[in-house]
């Protein structure tokens, strides 16, 4: 079974400050997807960005980017320019690309705060 | 931009009561899911459907869980006879390629409040 590891609860960044949430997993699958979604108090999930662990590149979505380890099975991510909208949780996935169900597996989630 | 529709937004029911959660995937895609969030704690993948079968389950979704896509546009969740633990927020989610979960979508969940 696959587990994923986010291991800060909580975290805290000031307004246009860069801030790095952490992720690893566990898994012996060699091709997979991983993911991070961000979780507003609407409670929506909402995809910030997703990485094949195929790629060597890392996955940019504008102001976010991750730093992906794939010997290391570390996912990291880094938000920059940090705005108050970034305030959320923040979950960190893994998926199989085999098998025929697809799940999600995910984090216990970061809680960050943007303060002004 | 296109989106997965749950109604309703909250649910109240009574211990040991029948409720349906109701999703609407979107139009053209193909792999549906559910997954559930206790407060506080992480999303719990349920189910997975593709085919108009289920692909996949966890074991949460025990006999008294059940999926349908009884009219090719909605795609339900039973639960027979709901238990305090059974409170949570429940989200559909879709995607048109499950193998890569491209383009999955989430709704906004509804929440399930088991008195």
């Known amino acids: 079974a696959q587990t994923v590891t986010q291991s800060q609860p909580e975290m805290s960044v000031q307004e246009a400050e860069t801030v790095t949430l952490s992720c690893t997993y566990d898994?012996?699958?060699?091709?997979?997807?991983l993911f991070w979604y961000k979780q507003p108090p609407s409670r929506q999930m909402i995809l910030v960005i997703r990485?094949?662990?195929?790629?060597?590149q890392n996955a940019t979505e504008n102001r976010f980017s991750v730093n992906f380890q794939k010997a290391a099975k570390s996912f990291s991510l880094k938000i920059s320019d940090s705005q108050l909208g970034d305030t959320a949780m923040y979950f960190c996935?893994?998926?199989?690309?085999?098998?025929?169900?697809?799940?999600?597996?995910f984090g216990k989630g970061t809680s960050l705060l943007v303060t002004p | 931009e296109p989106e997965v529709t749950q109604t309703p937004s909250h649910q109240v029911t009574q211990m040991g009561q029948e409720v349906i959660l109701r999703c609407v995937p979107i139009?053209?895609?193909?792999?549906f899911y559910w997954y559930r969030q206790i407060l506080g704690q992480k999303v719990e993948f349920l189910v997975s459907f593709y085919n108009n079968e289920i692909s996949e389950k966890s074991e949460i979704f025990d006999d008294q869980f059940s999926v349908e896509r009884p009219d090719g546009s909605n795609f339900t969740l039973k639960i027979r006879s709901t238990k305090l633990e059974d409170s949570a927020m429940y989200f559909c989610a879709s995607a048109l390629d499950g193998a890569t979960n491209e383009k999955l979508f989430f709704g906004s969940g509804t929440q399930l409040s088991v008195l």
């Open positions: 898994t012996s699958e060699n091709n997979y997807y």
């Open positions: 990485q094949e662990a195929y790629k060597q």
């Open positions: 139009s053209n895609h193909l792999y």
């Open positions: 996935a893994f998926m199989k690309s085999s098998g025929s169900g697809y799940a999600l597996n």
